[in-house]
């Protein structure tokens, strides 16, 4: 018996990760086809991760501004967590550094860090948009 996902021919949503810098395929294609039957799965699992996403931000940045690491590491963490769970496996790598410098106490390399997992952020977005968008247009 053939696997059936080895004869599927990936869908125009399902290739957004391919050859992206910010989202792994692989992941990506496995939240897609979890979506298959019900078109405004992949909407509300990204407006999830976004408005998760902006919480955390906003915690790691008063944490930073506060001087808290412990509150940092652990925003930190949990952005890095959510992150993978999506596939923007550059943008969770980019958490967890921020989470390390946290923890030894090197808050001086946080907001530089922090611009960077915004900027991140950024083309994730994108891309996670630009995916409903065509897999809304698909069904």
Not at 9 to 34: F, K, M, V, Y
Not at 68 to 93: D, F, N, P, R, W
Request: aromatic content about 4%.
């Amino acid at each position: 018996m053939k696997d059936k996902r080895a004869q599927h021919e990936p869908t125009q949503t399902e290739s957004i990760a391919e050859g992206s810098r910010s989202l792994d395929g692989a992941i990506w294609r496995d939240w897609r086809a979890r979506g298959d039957k019900d078109p405004t799965f992949l909407a509300k699992l990204v407006a999830i991760f976004i408005d998760d996403t902006n919480q955390r931000l906003a915690a790691i940045s008063k944490a930073l501004a506060d001087g808290g690491t412990i509150e940092c590491a652990y925003a930190a963490h949990a952005l890095a967590t959510g992150c993978l769970q999506i596939g923007a496996t550059c943008m969770a790598k980019l958490c967890l550094d921020i989470e390390r410098a946290a923890q030894s106490g090197a808050t001086e390399l946080g907001s530089p860090l922090l611009q960077r997992i915004h900027d991140e952020y950024r083309l994730v977005r994108r891309e996670l948009e630009a995916a409903v968008t065509r897999a809304e247009t698909e069904h």
